[in-house]
């Protein structure tokens, strides 16, 4: 065999080995991951609010919960209780965070402008030191499977920053894959909302003796 004969077939055996390895390596970087809500059972499930509750009248600067207590009223487990968190109207429809509009002004690099701006750690069930409800959509909050006549009171923590009237909406879902849908008793949709206006007058506060500024409420 001659010399170019040779190199040939070795540069073909070499690209031959780096498309293998290259396909290989893009299966392993994704190609069988499972997109969220991957076999979750198709179905209605009912839940009910059991509790809802955010302060109607805030004042900037403000620190607030919002608690929301779901109760799975049917006869199996939920296979995730998902909670999506928005502002009402178009401004907060096109926001891509829960607690923010979005500025209508073209070419802004920075759009999104918080109402709220929520403490970190949270959403989380109530009791828990930290949240693990982040999901891949940040309006959307995964608090995991929920057993026949079992109740998951979640927390938000935020902090008014933005003087105004708004309406805070939440949808609750069985699933993140959309085929496992949480329904109310009767049957509708499980979804509920706050009107909340925003004062700019800043909360009175005093110092604790631990040295604390609270806020003081009539």
Known sequence: MDSDSRRRRLRAAGTGALVVA???LLGACGGSEEPQGA???????????????????QKLAQTSLMRL??????????????VSVGIAGVEGERSVQPFSIRDPQPDLSLPYRPVWVLEEGY????GARDSSAETSDQRTFDFGPLDAGETTEAVWKATAVRAGDFELRYRVEAGLGGEARAVSPGGGPVRGSFPVRVSAEPPETRVNDRGEVVIIRP
């Open 69 to 82: 207590a779901l109760r799975n009223v049917g006869e199996e487990r939920i296979p995730a209780l998902v």
């Open 123 to 126: 959403p989380r069930e109530a």
């Open 22 to 24: 290259l396909t290989a």
């Open 39 to 57: 076999g979750e059972r198709a179905g209605d499930y009912p839940v009910r609010a059991v509790d809802a509750q955010f302060p109607s009248r």
